[in-house]
């Protein structure tokens, strides 16, 4: 009975875990209709993953893009690469998923400057804002409204309630942030990974209701300071081995000394 009950339980959780596959939902937290995760770097390099439904794009960006489920995939793929490609960002890959009956794609950018990322068309809602302040790095990020055209939700199947999110993964320890829970509006707490998430309505973010969003960290990285304390407790290792050698060479020069 009891090994009955564990495979059951085993086939939920595979099934939950490929139900979430490919995007963010599922046993990982809430599911996200468009969903910005910006990795960024203390110099404003960065690279940004964009997980979005078909829908979302078409209603947010004003893109031409077939939102029906029989879709071809290599002309989706082409499309969404064409339009997310400018001198600003790099395309690095698009993969493509379904839920819900909806066609869901993931655009991975390799972005030089993140500050100057908004003069690319899919990012024109945002300003970027970076650099050395009271001897720490702040991060700002303001998500006003699109300049593109947008399209009412219950046009391409959808209701306006589903969530938005944009995601910050940080180089260095975090001293302030202003990212707090959308229903409760409690201050959200830092993730694994100095990961933090700020979320909107969909309905809000077609509105164009303005998303401020700011960060205040060390201006060290982890990476940085990691590599010094690697680097710090090699050496001492070196030095204690080296010691040990020279004590235990001098015993055996002192007992050659001492012996008759």
């Known amino acids: 009975m009891r090994s009955r009950l564990r495979a059951a339980l085993l086939a939920v959780l595979m099934a939950a875990a490929a139900g979430g596959c490919g995007d963010r939902g599922g046993l990982l937290g809430p599911r996200y209709e468009y969903e910005e995760d ?12 964009v997980n979005a439904s078909i829908p979302a794009l078409v209603a947010l960006h004003g893109f031409a893009l077939d939102t029906s489920s029989h879709a071809r995939l290599d002309r989706l793929a082409s499309q969404v690469r064409d339009a ?3 001198p600003y960002a790099e395309v690095v890959r698009v993969g493509q998923w379904t839920r819900q009956g909806r ?4 655009v991975r950018l390799r972005v030089p400057d993140i500050r100057v990322l908004p003069k690319a068309p899919p ?3 945002a300003a970027y804002d970076l650099g050395p302040r009271d001897g720490q790095h702040v991060f700002k990020e303001r998500v006003g409204a699109s300049p593109s055209r947008s399209i009412a939700p219950s046009t391409v199947g959808l209701t306006g309630n589903e969530r938005v999110a944009f995601r910050l993964h940080l180089p260095s320890h975090i001293r302030y942030h202003n990212a707090r829970d959308l ?3 409690d201050p959200r707490r830092i993730q694994r990974g ?4 700020w979320e909107q309505r969909l309905s809000d973010r077609m509105e164009g209701t303005p998303l401020e969003i700011e ?4 201006s060290e990285s982890i990476l940085y300071r990691t590599l010094w304390l690697f680097g710090l407790a090699f050496l001492a290792a070196i030095a204690v081995l080296g010691l040990l050698i020279w004590l235990t060479v001098r015993k055996g020069r002192e007992a050659e000394v001492s012996s008759p």
């Open 84 to 86: 997310y490609t400018s």
């Open 183 to 185: 229903e409760t509006g």
């Open 38 to 49: 910006l990795t960024l770097s203390l110099d404003g390099s960065a690279m940004l993953v």
């Open 194 to 197: 100095n990961i933090l998430t």
């Open 103 to 106: 066609r869901f794609v993931g």
């Open 123 to 125: 990012f024109a809602w």
């Open 215 to 218: 960060v205040r960290m060390d």
